[in-house]
């Protein structure tokens, strides 16, 4: 057939030759088009296992361990990487009609990163341990009236002082530890351990490496995806996760521009001017907010509502926090961000910018203007004259500096002279806070996706270790925080409930309630599967990483 095919060829002149060599040619590249086209059609493209994706972060980290780690940090970051929680591990949360006493199941198979069994005696531990003082956990006032006994080998009985029906929210932030590596070390001693840094968790990548300078400043963090997370969710697809730690936000957008790290994320929108690297980013609400708390204790001018109202009245918000966030401001004006379903539009009716109605707020409190001195004055019953001036206190760190220099502008707008304090971020809670030394502080409140406003609001909590940072008092909110307790969390009872409450503390004025942050998180466009919701921490960006990915392949059939 090839020597017949042959001759007829020799047949054809060069012109026929070419005519047919062109059709041939044709017939190849449309079958080749069409094989390509068909195998498109039949087949869709999925993520596949592979590849290592690189993570910048600001800090170091101490301990590597969930009794010891701090919100908001590098070290909870990679617990959060490589530690599943309590919720995470659960076959079943059960809880009986009063809220009071609750069984979790854990899920048949889960396993720690050296293979042994995750059992109830862990989760036991974790608790006790947390509930240790000496231990110094951060959670510790969350677990100090709950008593955890072991039902069997995989269920855990938690019996409540109180019915609690967000306890859920609890088990989502509990992060057990091997009870075999920490039962012989006292809590006090815990932080010795060599595991704080070179971690045996349950989480979807396991510790693999970690390099260091020789001043002792760890450069970088290794980890692989973990097989055996298949029992609690399906394994990451990215292979090889690692860390690279900075001393500064500009040393970590310089690695990304050069190519050295895939991601990092911010709160600062500034930092997304610096990049000039190609980049996806991720622009994510939060449930934070910031708030001026008005500490009516530590002085008695604040104690009276109308100059509370006063100083509210006296900030132009639109203004001052665009100069401040630029567009990623979101306003707020109520004791939940915006952000949240939960947020109720109604608190936005008793804040407004009226400069007049402040002046007259002021007056109608008592106070007098001094014409000759510009300064609001009052005498009170067998005291001296006294002039309104007011104090802010504020950490040393950015926007918040910036935010505390507008509010001090505006509220010397009504001839109330401010001083600006600024504080060592990492003092602030042990010199200022647990002590409630500051008239008013500039400070966020963090508040999760079910929230209770209990320690922030209720009037038990207004000394450490609680975070009622405005010392409010009011029986009709304690009574609303109280009730809240007691009913599933958005249920119909529970949205009404919060809305009043949200409504109560609006019409006390006890914060200056300012703005809920954004948060950015910055990926290379090559990474795929990145789909960050609202987050209450940043180590919440996490939450979905075992879909991320880098490599693809195609299958037949459509996904």
């Known amino acids: 057939m090839a020597s017949y095919l042959g001759s007829v060829v020799r047949l054809l002149s060069a012109r026929e030759r070419i005519v047919l060599g062109v059709m041939v040619l044709a017939c190849l590249l449309s079958g080749l088009f069409l094989g390509v086209s068909t195998l498109r059609n039949a087949t869709s493209v999925v993520p596949r296992r592979g590849g290592e994706y690189i993570e910048g972060i ?121 009870k075999k590596l920490f039962a012989d070390l006292s809590p006090a001693m815990m932080k010795l351990s060599s595991y704080n840094l070179e971690p045996i968790g349950n989480g979807p990548f396991s510790y693999v490496e970690m390099k260091r300078r020789k001043d002792g400043f760890i ?4 980890m692989h995806a973990f097989d055996d997370y298949a029992a609690i969710d399906p394994r990451p697809y990215i292979t090889t996760y690692s860390v690279r730690f900075f001393e500064n936000e500009l040393k970590l957008v310089q690695a990304y521009n050069v190519g050295a790290i895939n991601g990092f994320g911010t709160y600062d929108p500034d930092t997304l001017s610096e990049i000039t690297l190609g980049a996806s980013v991720q622009d994510v609400a939060t449930t ?17 509502s109308g100059v509370r109202k006063a100083l509210t009245f006296a900030v132009d918000k639109q203004t001052v926090l665009a100069s401040v966030f630029g567009k990623s401001a979101v306003i707020t004006d109520g004791p939940l961000p915006p952000t949240l379903d939960l947020y109720t539009p109604a608190v936005e009716t008793y804040y407004r910018y009226d400069p007049d109605a402040a002046r007259q707020l002021i007056a109608q409190s008592g106070w007098t203007f001094n014409e000759e001195i510009r300064r609001w004055q009052r005498t009170l019953k067998g005291k001296d004259l006294e002039t309104l001036s007011l104090t802010l206190t504020v950490p040393d760190v950015s926007p918040l500096k910036e935010l505390a220099q507008r509010l001090k502008t505006a509220w010397e707008m009504l001839d109330i002279p401010v001083t600006v304090a600024t ?49 409010y008092q009011n029986a009709r909110a304690d009574e609303l925080i109280g009730a809240l307790r007691q009913v599933l969390p958005q249920s119909p009872r529970y949205i009404e409930l919060f809305a009043r409450l949200q409504e109560t503390i609006a019409s006390d004025y006890p914060a200056l309630f300012l703005t809920s ?42 996904q």
Do not use: C, M
Not at 94 to 105: A, P, V
Not at 130 to 138: E, G, R
């Open 517 to 558: 942050p954004r948060y950015f998180y910055v990926t290379n466009p090559s990474i795929k599967g990145i789909v960050v919701h609202t987050i209450a921490l940043p180590h919440d960006r996490f939450n979905n990483v075992i879909t991320w990915y880098l490599e693809t392949h195609r299958v037949f059939g459509h």
């Open 58 to 178: 600001v800090g170091q980290p101490s301990f590597i361990n969930p009794v010891l780690a701090q919100d908001g940090t590098p070290e909870k970051d990679l617990v959060k990487l490589l530690f599943a929680s309590a919720l995470d591990v659960a076959e079943s949360v059960k809880h009986d009609d009063s809220f009071r006493i609750w069984t979790l199941r854990i899920k048949d198979g889960v396993v720690w990163h050296d293979q042994s069994p995750l059992t109830s005696d862990d989760i036991i531990f974790t608790i006790q341990t947390i509930q240790n003082p000496d231990a110094l956990s951060p959670l510790y006032a969350d677990w100090q009236n709950v008593v955890a006994t072991r039902a069997s080998e995989r269920e855990v009985r938690f019996e409540l002082l109180n019915g609690y029906s967000l306890f859920e929210n609890l088990l989502d932030e509990l992060y057990p530890i091997p």
């Open 423 to 471: 504080a060592d971020p990492q003092r602030i809670n042990s010199d200022i806070i647990q002590t409630r030394n500051y008239q008013i502080l500039l400070f966020g409140n963090i508040v999760s996706l079910s929230p209770d406003p209990f320690s922030f609001w209720h009037s038990s909590e207004r000394f450490s270790p609680g975070l009622n940072l405005a010392l």
């Open 219 to 222: 450069e970088e963090y290794t």
């Open 288 to 304: 934070k907010y910031y708030a001026a708390f008005f500490n009516a204790s530590a002085y008695d001018a604040l104690a009276l």
